[in-house]
């Protein structure tokens, strides 16, 4: 409760955010349903495959579908529209399905009836047939709309707004509290839209809707829509800068360190944080869907261009920068830190076993479970290569979520993890970081990329990142993170309270 109190305006405008995508996405599925579950119930030849149609689009996982959408023109890209595509496709079928069982359980005296009157076809489906499978129909847009309260939690990833962005912000920061203040708020909407829409199709099951009252509720549910619309609207005209990061604590502290540093420049700026990993932030700044966020030059050579990485820091951000330029974008000086990849295991196991290296997991390493990010275990600089260059033997990998891996390791779900350097929960939960005799791990410092388009239109940006260019050490990165992480302060706070500083 206090959190919500705190918090009111931000929570506010999460609800309509999340209000906006299930309205519009239920009215589309809706608008596409219907004629759809029509067709179908009069043309089984057709309405087979329609169906299967339907039916494929429901199994497909939700963070799929987003990804899938993500690179296509038109439909794809950050933010809402993708979410609103995707939300569709999953309201769809209940709708379908409805329509057609609706008007296949008529009553086919009533039909012959109507037939008998001499109806034409066109008026025996408007005067007859859609009156008496509405409350039919209306049970599917009920489910379909309860489906899109749930599934647009998950749209924040892709940076659509909603209460999922306190899921996800929670989840990054380890904070039950954040969380729970999403998903409570998610739950009673499911709750109060089934209760409203239930409430509309036990009406439709005794009364027989009036046309006037049937248009009177679409130009209703029309005004709702444009009055929770509109703000979003008005707020992306006025948007001059839009800022991204990636979904862990330390991106989102980043994100705010930029857009507050912008703002102090008199830019009006558009958050789009906690958007994912790499490939989203990265195909979010080349499609223009934001204009800048921070990324590390390990990062950018090996899972952005597919290069091996100068273990020099000089040469290692030239390169990047080098391969920036060439896809119409600038990456800009180094913020100050290096946040490479840090092997950890926990403390005790450390001083038991003796280990000090990377190379010493070798006399414990086939007993042991790892425990890694998705992104790692796929990367070039990440798990492959790692157990290649140390001759690691491990039991397989779990694959799980940034902000969950430091929690896994010291419950004793896993027993190595690979975390970042600058990460508060080392000492918080004490965890030792193993030394990379090796130098497997290139230097990732933290540097910001912008689009170059952005960066020569707005006087703002370049005058930001020269006031933030080596201005953020190792040991200011750490402490914002243990500000945010194991003190619980809101990133904002945290990054407001650095800028004052500086």
Not at 11 to 17: D, H, I, S, T
Not at 341 to 348: D, E, G, K, N, P
Not at 353 to 380: C, K, M, N
Not at 414 to 437: E, K, P
Request: hydrophobic share 50%; with cysteine; glycine share 10%.
């Amino acid at each position: 409760m206090q959190f919500w109190q705190a918090h009111a305006g931000e929570l506010f405008q999460l609800v309509r955010q999340h209000l906006v995508l299930v309205i519009v996405s239920t009215v589309i599925a809706t608008a596409l349903g219907l004629p759809a579950g029509i067709l179908a119930a009069r043309r089984p030849a057709i309405g087979r495959p329609l169906l299967l149609l339907a039916n494929i689009a429901q199994t497909i996982p939700s963070l799929a579908l987003f990804g899938f959408l993500l690179p296509l023109p038109f439909i794809g890209g950050i933010g809402p529209r993708t979410a609103l595509v995707t939300l569709t496709l999953y309201a769809l079928l209940p709708i379908v399905r409805t329509t057609v069982a609706g008007l296949r359980s008529l009553d086919h005296a009533v039909v012959e009836a109507g037939v008998a009157m001499g109806m034409t076809p066109r008026q025996l489906l408007f005067m007859v047939e859609l009156p008496l499978a509405l409350p039919s129909i209306v049970a599917g847009i009920r489910v379909a709309a309860v489906v899109g309260v749930g599934t647009a939690t998950i749209a924040a990833a892709i940076g659509a707004g909603g209460l999922g962005e306190y899921i996800f912000r929670g989840l990054s920061m380890v904070d039950t509290t954040m969380i729970l203040a999403g998903a409570i708020p998610a739950a009673v909407l499911a709750l109060v839209v089934d209760g409203m829409l239930a409430g509309v199709e036990r009406l439709l099951r005794t009364r027989r809707p009036r046309p006037r009252a049937l248009a009177a509720g679409a130009v209703a549910l029309a005004a709702l829509v444009v009055i929770l619309v509109w703000p979003a609207v008005a707020q992306r005209r006025g948007a001059i800068v839009t800022v991204g990061s990636k979904n862990f604590t330390e991106q989102i502290i980043l994100g705010e360190i930029l857009a507050q540093a912008l703002e102090a420049e008199g830019a009006v700026v558009n958050r789009k944080l906690n958007l994912g990993g790499t490939f989203i932030c990265d195909r979010a700044v080349r499609s223009g869907d934001i204009d800048l966020y921070v990324e590390y030059t390990g990062t950018a050579v090996t899972a952005v261009f597919h290069e091996d990485v100068p273990h020099d820091p000089v040469a290692a951000l030239d390169l990047a920068r080098r391969r920036y330029a060439a896809a119409g974008l600038t990456a800009g000086e180094r913020l100050g830190f290096d946040n490479t990849f840090a092997i950890l295991v926990r403390a005790a196991d450390a001083r038991t076993h003796g280990l000090r290296s990377i190379d010493d997991l070798r006399r414990v390493g086939a007993g042991w479970t790892p425990g890694f990010g998705y992104e790692f275990l796929q990367r070039a600089d990440g798990y492959p290569g790692l157990i290649k260059t140390y001759g690691l033997t491990f039991r397989p990998p779990r694959a799980m979520d940034l902000s969950l891996i430091y929690k896994a390791l010291a419950s004793g779900q896993v027993d190595v993890i690979a975390g970042d350097a600058t990460s508060a929960l080392i000492d918080a939960l004490d965890l030792a970081r193993l030394a990379d005799t090796q130098r497997y791990f290139p230097p990732y410092d933290a540097v910001p990329v912008v689009r170059t388009s952005a960066l020569l239109q707005h006087a703002a940006i370049p005058r930001a990142l020269a006031r933030l260019a080596g201005a953020i050490s190792e040991r200011d990165m750490r402490a914002m993170n243990r500000a945010v992480d194991v003190d619980k302060k809101d990133p904002r706070e945290v990054a407001g309270g650095f800028l004052k500083t500086r």
